[in-house]
């Protein structure tokens, strides 16, 4: 039998029998087991109810375990084992975009009637066939009866009641579930109808069923927003998944007040907005806007009517051309920029997507923040400057917020009861081992609660983290000689990794310790591509080993099997290569692996060959950020930039621009300490090391003058009050091809845009027609030379207008300056000229001040008007991973 993949291997044969009637149809496998079908194909008689994947040559036995006649879909329930096993969960999505330029394709997959085949010589056998049918869905269609309306794109059967045998079919679009086939449309050709997974989703019934299988409760996703956003984490029984914040397993104490007001925030009547949420790691910043997104998603009874609305976090390296979704959505929405420091160039294209083509529903961006310095007034301005909103709103979390007035002992109780009762879901849903004891888990001994109750306040997370293990360790008591909370964690993440690797490698062949190095460089580097991630693996793998000498190089296959292992253990939740271990967990590996390696590993990994500029900045971002709780951790990453500083050091002062002032403070010192001992080596570059000592100086002293460290490699040169977006400025003196722009038009109310073009018009229309008079008159010459007059006064006016409005004003040229004079005194001696023929009446002032004031009136105006209607060039960041050189900064 050939390869199977994607929506395919999901689809499944439902057979059901009642009262002696046979029926026949499609259906999606949810999850090993769980099937989503039309009712009328399931006909809700357990004991007739069968279903076959495309794996099996028999039909198992299913039982009804949710059904709703006024939706017409079903869920039905077979053994796991023999129904799509080994299958993940799938993501429920809903179109929320009406970009008819950006429409995803949609898929779905089933047994119509037109797909019965002869089997073999035999006529009296046939087989049912699989078909799937490509299409797009415009949101619009069908709007009113609350069902999509799928174009089918290709070959159609001849008759539509060929299409039977379709119903029940899942309809797909970036990999999740959007919708279930329910009816053909007759009077269209190439229409069906399917039911919005948003409709199975708003029905509590079908929710509970589906998190009694798989051990979660469905969230619903933007599923034309894929490429953008991140989607919550797949359900498995890891340490990661459990304080994933994203999966929502302990319920938020405390912050209902934040809630309310970035619920209020969201609600204002501005189009586009943008605010910021600071906070320490570990207060529960992400957690608390998981729950805004729900909050808004499903509105409270108190705020039924209102429109539900979209979002979610966006993915760390979108692709530039799908920000232009986002202001087409149809439902309000929220985006959620996690670590904003550090992505000003994904701002700037996010901004200038939203404000000046912004067409769709309400958009609120909001950015998360460690630092509490002075980033977020400067980013104010350059925000404003892309015409982003008011941006005037500003949330700040506390350790305390957390508590909510509680008691550290309750937040640990509270804690432990949802971890075990999510643990008890997962294990239900078939997610757990024989190492796992039956029962409820929720009266584990306080034993590292215990502990940290009583050694001072601490943020929410510690106690998360004392409750999760002293649940693990009541459910397995191997993990009892572990003297600190994180090290039972790591054991079972260790356990977890372990039985996935040992299914996909031969017997004997698993190294703990190297996945481990390999689980560190998968968190450190990222991987967008399967080529990113061969380069992680491979650079992983020798980094582990540089300690053991020359080695033969390592088994192709071996590492593609590493690869398919960590793939498997943390798949990607927003369409990259996979995904990474939690940080808290991450943090504490990498403190193991570097001490088990001397203090090495970093080092040889940054420095490795296939790794990418990206993953190389990432890898010293994370660092950066991790170290500032054990500083140890940064000393690889400092002889490894003192080793490379030509394309590491601007990566490791990049690096710093995201910190605060004092942790940026000690990476830099401790940069500028590997880079003397580094320098002070024989057959040392002397010229690099100089270029590179007074670089970091440079950026010691920005950091202490409070200047951002953006201006000094990003070459922007603006002063305090111009938009520092982290481009190539004009006068920066770097090379042509280095410079990036993107035109952002203003965001305007009408009458001001009215006004402001009246006065334009009337002033060009002016300097033309006072023109035309003198050459009429050849007052300024004789013959058709006076008539050049009209394009050249009129076209230097124009001119003025575009390079006032439209660009960066280099304010070192001598056009900035001489320009604005130059072109009042001609419109006045114009005038002047034209009033000496046609003299306005004695009551009015001269005529020379009449055009004085009238002039620069009009020259106030223009390039207002030119940059509303034509846009203005905003230099953009680079993007991420486009590193600068140590060569190209300005020394």
Not at 364 to 371: D, E, K
Not at 598 to 605: A, K, L, M, R, T
Request: with cysteine.
């Amino acid at each position: 039998m050939p390869m199977i993949g994607g929506s395919e291997r999901r689809t499944v044969e439902v057979q059901g029998t009642s009262s002696g009637e046979e029926s026949y149809g499609t259906g999606y496998l949810i999850a090993p087991g769980l099937v989503l079908t039309a009712l009328h194909v399931a006909q809700p008689t357990p004991r007739d109810v069968a279903v076959r994947d495309l794996q099996n040559t028999e039909f198992t036995p299913a039982r009804v375990v949710w059904s709703d006649p006024r939706l017409d879909a079903a869920l039905l329930e077979a053994d796991r084992d023999a129904v799509g096993a080994g299958m993940t969960t799938v993501r429920f999505g809903e179109l929320v975009c009406s970009d008819p330029s950006h429409r995803p394709q949609c898929t779905m997959s089933g047994f119509p009637k037109a797909m019965r085949r002869k089997a073999g010589a035999d006529p009296e056998r046939f087989v049912d066939d699989l078909k799937t049918v490509d299409g797009t869905i415009s949101p619009h269609t069908g709007s009113r009866s609350m069902l999509y309306g799928f174009e089918v794109l290709g070959a159609l059967p001849r008759f539509y009641e060929n299409w039977k045998g379709l119903s029940g079919a899942g309809v797909t679009c970036q990999g999740l579930l959007v919708g279930l086939v329910r009816t053909v449309d007759k009077q269209w050709d190439r229409s069906l109808m399917a039911l919005p997974a948003s409709q199975l989703m708003a029905t509590d019934g079908f929710c509970r069923a589906v998190a009694k299988h798989t051990g979660m409760l469905p969230q619903l996703q933007a599923a034309d927003l894929q490429p953008l956003l991140h989607g919550p984490p797949e359900p498995v029984l890891s340490s990661t998944y459990l304080l994933d914040p994203h999966a929502r397993t302990v319920a938020l104490t405390g912050m209902s007040h934040l809630i309310d007001e970035i619920v209020a925030w969201c609600r204002t009547a501005h189009r586009v907005d943008v605010a910021a949420l600071t906070g320490l790691g570990g207060t529960g910043k992400t957690r608390l806007l998981a729950e805004v997104l729900q909050r808004l998603a499903v509105p409270l009874p108190q705020d039924a009517d209102r429109r539900p609305w979209s979002g979610g976090f966006l993915t760390d390296r979108p692709p530039h051309a799908g920000y232009g979704l986002l202001a087409s959505s149809r439902y309000p929405l929220l985006v959620i920029v996690d670590l904003a420091e550090s992505r000003d160039g994904q701002l700037a294209d996010l901004m200038a997507a939203l404000a000046s083509r912004h067409d769709g529903h309400t958009a609120r961006v909001l950015l998360l923040a460690r630092r509490r310095d002075g980033w977020w007034p400067s980013k104010q301005r350059e925000l404003r400057a892309l015409h982003a909103g008011p941006v005037a709103h500003t949330f700040a979390v506390t350790p305390d917020d957390a508590y909510g007035g509680q008691p550290s002992t309750d937040i640990y109780r509270c804690a432990k009861t949802a971890f075990a009762h999510r643990i008890e879901q997962l294990r239900l849903a078939g997610h757990a081992d024989e190492s796992w004891r039956e029962g409820a888990l929720a009266d584990a001994p306080a034993a590292y609660g215990a502990r940290i109750a009583n050694s001072g306040p601490h943020p929410v997370i510690y106690h998360h983290i004392a409750a999760l293990a002293d649940v693990l360790v009541h459910a397995n008591p191997d993990f009892a000689d572990r003297d600190h909370p994180m090290d039972v964690l790591l054991a079972h993440e260790e356990n977890y990794v372990r039985k996935i690797a040992e299914a996909r490698l031969p017997q004997g062949a698993v190294d703990t310790k190297l996945i481990r190095s390999l689980i560190t460089a998968q968190f450190l580097a990222g991987a967008t591509t399967i080529r990113d991630g061969q380069a992680v693996i491979r650079a992983g793998y020798d980094a582990h080993h540089s300690g053991y000498g020359p080695s033969a190089p390592p088994d192709q296959r071996i590492l593609a099997a590493l690869d398919d292992i960590l793939t498997a253990a943390y798949p990607s939740t927003d369409g990259a290569h996979w995904g990474a271990v939690g940080e808290p967990l991450a943090a504490a590996l990498l403190t193991e692996v570097e001490t088990d390696s001397g203090h090495e590993f970093v080092e040889q990994f940054l420095q490795h060959e296939t790794l990418k500029p990206a993953q190389r900045t990432q890898t010293l971002h994370v660092v950066a950020r991790v170290s500032t709780e054990d500083p140890a951790l940064a000393e690889g990453a400092h002889r490894a930039v003192a080793a490379a500083p030509d394309e590491l050091l601007p990566l490791a002062v990049q690096a710093a621009a995201e910190l605060d002032t004092d942790d940026a403070a000690h990476w830099l010192n401790g940069t500028r300490q590997a880079v003397s001992v580094r320098a002070a080596q024989p057959g040392a570059d002397t010229a690099v090391y100089e270029r590179a000592a007074d670089l970091v100086q440079r950026a010691e002293d920005c950091v202490a003058a409070g200047t951002s460290l953006t201006t000094l490699l990003d070459h922007t040169g603006t002063g305090e009050g111009e938009p520092s977006g982290g481009g190539w400025s004009p006068t920066s003196g770097a090379p042509a091809g280095r410079r990036d722009y993107v035109l952002v038009k203003p965001v305007v109310k009408w009458h001001v845009r009215l006004l402001l073009t009246t006065v334009s018009m009337v002033y060009v229309l002016a300097i033309t027609a006072s023109t035309v008079g003198v050459a009429y008159s050849n007052g300024l010459g004789e013959g058709w030379a006076g008539w050049l007059y009209i394009p050249a006064h009129v076209g230097f006016s124009m001119i003025f207008a575009a390079y006032w409005g439209s660009g960066r004003l280099d304010w070192t040229a001598g056009a900035t300056w001489i320009g604005p004079p130059l072109v009042v005194l001609m419109d006045v001696c114009m005038g002047a000229l034209f009033h000496d023929t046609w003299p306005l009446p004695a009551y009015f002032p001269p005529a020379w001040l009449v055009w004085l004031m009238f002039c620069v009136l009009g020259l106030a105006c223009l390039p207002f008007t030119w940059r509303i209607w034509f846009g203005r060039l905003q230099p953009r960041t680079p993007a991420q991973g486009d590193a600068p050189s140590l060569r190209n900064v300005p020394w």
